[in-house]
């Protein structure tokens, strides 16, 4: 696609449910990431894919989070029994390879209630 | 000590003047560097990449790097009230993180 595309644009969950927040990069950008951002902050990394590898994922804030891009492509941000500390922007975007122009998408807006 | 850190403002200018943004990082083996824009409610754009010592231009925008200082700046020209945003600076160590700093609020006053 023309851009980085993220899904949904919005989401609120109740605290103790699990969710989904899907990225499908810029197409041959094997490079992909996810940050989350809370308001007034720079985003923070959370992870870090290769194509369908995942070379770092020092940033997920607890084993609740997980990530995958199994097809080198599309890649999904699970958070598993939602916490009010997990409301956030989560933003994904994609580069060429690691170390250049990273271009983000819309973001997903996450509101645990 | 954060790993990239930025003034976060707000930094207020005319209309017209040079807007002048700043960030220092911790890093000495950071390979790239980035600014970024990011209005209220959006998210960040990419405004200005920067690999090696010097200043890289492109319209109103130019970007400043010193890495014996850990230094990058960016300077924008005739600012305009559609400049006002929070400007983000990062940077990559030459690993697979892109690290960003808390950004800088910019207001240009009409």
């Known amino acids: 696609g023309a851009g980085v595309s993220q899904s949904p644009r919005y989401k609120v969950a109740k605290r103790g449910q699990d969710v989904a927040l899907r990225c499908d990069p810029i197409?041959?950008?094997?490079?992909l990431f996810w940050y989350q951002q809370a308001l007034g902050q720079g985003p923070e990394f959370l992870t870090y894919?290769?194509?369908?590898?995942?070379?770092?994922k020092s940033g997920l804030p607890s084993d609740r989070f997980f990530a995958e891009r199994p097809e080198g492509s599309v890649s999904t941000l699970k958070i598993q029994r939602t916490q009010q500390e997990d409301s956030a922007v989560y933003l994904c975007?994609?580069?060429?390879?690691?170390?250049?122009?990273?271009?983000f998408g819309q973001g997903t807006r996450l509101t645990v209630v | 000590q954060k790993e990239v850190e930025q003034n976060s403002g707000p930094l207020s200018v005319p209309e017209g003047a040079i807007a002048s943004l700043n960030c220092t990082y911790s890093d000495r083996g950071s390979q790239s560097f980035f600014w970024y824009r990011q209005y209220s409610g959006k998210s960040p754009e990419l405004i200005m990449s920067?690999?090696?010592?010097g200043d890289k231009e492109d319209g109103r925008f130019t970007a400043q790097l010193n890495k014996a200082s850990q230094y990058v700046s960016l300077l924008i020209r005739d600012s305009q009230p559609s400049d006002s945003a929070t400007y983000l600076c990062?940077?990559?160590?030459?690993?697979?993180?892109?690290?960003f700093g808390a950004g800088t609020r910019l207001f240009v006053k009409a």
């Open positions: 975007a994609s580069s060429r390879r690691a170390g250049t122009e990273a271009f």
């Open positions: 920067i690999y090696s010592n």
């Open positions: 894919f290769q194509n369908e590898a995942q070379l770092d």
């Open positions: 197409s041959g950008h094997v490079s």
């Open positions: 990062a940077v990559n160590t030459g690993g697979f993180k892109t690290i």
